[in-house]
């Protein structure tokens, strides 16, 4: 079974940094797609970034793709001697707050990313909170 945790989160003023970290597990590394999303109250899930890695893709770089609201600001990495994705987030805005959910699939579509539907793999969700 996929195993996703979050970490990471916590409360910052805007303009500030945080990292999430996404602990994983229990899938094919040879193709697989981890995504980051995020749900502020009242509203729906969005994606935020995604990491896809392709099977017989050597590429040292996977290919990765962000919503146009978080361009320049986030960045999805991860450590594969850790089983780790990341999301870098810096000049954070009150309009970034909300859970943060990492998310897996096992087949890649880049124009479905951002689509939580196809996900099958979630965590648990870790609290962002930017104030102004």
């Known amino acids: 079974d996929v195993f996703l945790m979050e970490s990471g989160g916590g409360s910052v003023q805007a303009g500030g940094s945080l990292r999430l970290s996404c602990e994983t597990s229990g899938y094919d590394i040879s193709m697989y797609c981890l995504a980051w999303f995020r749900q502020a109250p009242g509203k729906p899930r969005e994606g935020v970034a995604a990491l896809y890695k392709y099977r017989n893709d050597y590429r040292s770089s996977p290919d990765t793709y962000y919503a146009d609201s978080v361009k320049g600001r986030f960045t999805v990495s991860q450590d594969n001697m850790k089983n780790t994705l990341y999301l870098q987030m810096n000049n954070l805005k009150t309009e970034d707050t909300g859970i943060y959910y990492c998310?897996?699939?096992?087949?890649?579509?880049?124009?479905?990313?951002?689509?939580?539907?196809?996900?099958?793999?979630w965590g648990q969700g870790t609290q962002v909170t930017v104030s102004s």
């Open positions: 998310a897996h699939r096992g087949s890649c579509n880049p124009s479905v990313w951002s689509l939580g539907q196809y996900y099958r793999g």
